[in-house]
C-alpha cells in the first residue's frame, strides 16, 4: 500500500447505514459531504470561528426510510 502524501489527510472510515448516508448526499445539494461533515466536526470541537452547517429545507430525505416489505 502507497502511504498517504504529507500533504494529504488520510481517509478515514466511518459505517453510516445506506437509509441515512445517501439521503444525506441528496440534502447536501452542491455541496460534497465531506465538507458538511467536516464544518460539523469543526464546530462540535469548538474550533475558532467554526459554525454549524446550515441545514437544508425539509425535503424527502426527511422522512424516515419505510422498512422492507411495509
Do not use: C, N
Not at 460534497?32 to 466536526?41: K, Y
Amino acid at each position: 500500500m502507497t502511504p498517504a502524501k504529507a500533504s494529504h489527510t488520510p481517509p478515514r472510515q466511518m459505517r453510516i447505514p445506506d437509509d441515512e448516508w445517501l439521503p444525506f448526499e441528496d440534502a447536501t445539494g452542491d455541496q460534497p459531504r465531506a465538507a458538511v461533515v467536516r464544518d460539523f466536526i469543526r464546530w462540535y470541537l469548538r474550533r475558532p470561528g467554526a459554525k454549524l452547517p446550515e441545514r437544508p429545507a425539509a425535503g424527502p430525505w426527511s422522512e424516515p426510510a419505510q422498512p422492507a416489505g411495509a
